[in-house]
């Protein structure tokens, strides 16, 4: 299928005005409360990242650190062009490679319920459901208490987290990954 070559696909992180070049990308992805507020937290997030082929936004994933070990993946997208060509993945492996380099020790995405694409996307990489009453990550857990709120976390969605690496934070094994054992 022609534009499919995933070689040809740049990574780069966008700053201050250059970070529009993802709205058509998000407009298309996102609608009502999730598109404004993809677009309030394009202006503020940290890490902006774009898959571009021949000039063109692909996809883009936002990034933050909520606390120094921890890691939020906002938002990532692609275009309806361009999905099943393994754009997401790659976007959502570059953003575990940068938080790992940064000495990041725990993830958290969010995702709706009925976006399966997308929650597949994350579980194919170690992510996991993440319950309400689950022990917090400095307790060996995955638990978010303190920080769902600053994820912006609604109902309707899945909280989803991995534990990219052994931690100080507790002696408690990682997270088993799905389908293990």
């Known amino acids: 299928m022609p534009g499919t070559d995933s070689s040809s696909v740049r990574l780069i992180e966008l700053e201050g005005e250059a970070r529009e070049r993802v709205l058509p990308t ?7 409360i999730y598109r404004w507020h993809a677009k309030r937290t394009l202006r503020g997030v940290s890490t902006v990242r774009a898959a571009v082929r021949d000039g063109a936004v692909l996809g ?6 909520l606390v ?3 890691g939020y993946v906002y938002y990532l997208a692609v275009g309806t062009s361009h999905r099943r060509e393994g754009v997401g993945g790659r976007l959502l492996d570059d953003a575990l490679d940068r938080f790992r380099g940064e000495g990041v020790k725990v993830v958290y995405a969010a995702a709706e319920e009925e976006n399966q694409a997308s929650l597949a996307l994350f579980r194919s ?10 022990p917090s990550y400095r307790e060996g857990g995955l638990g978010a208490q303190g ?3 600053r994820m912006w976390v609604v109902s309707g969605e899945v909280l989803l987290g991995l534990r990219l ?3 100080r934070l507790s002696s408690a094994p990682a997270d088993p990954q799905p389908g293990a054992g």
């Open 165 to 167: 690496a052994a931690s």
């Open 147 to 149: 920080l769902r709120s």
């Open 60 to 65: 883009f994933a936002m990034l933050e650190r």
């Open 26 to 32: 998000l407009k298309e992805g996102f609608v009502g």
């Open 68 to 70: 120094p070990e921890v």
């Open 125 to 134: 990489r170690g992510f996991r459901t993440v319950a309400r009453d689950e």
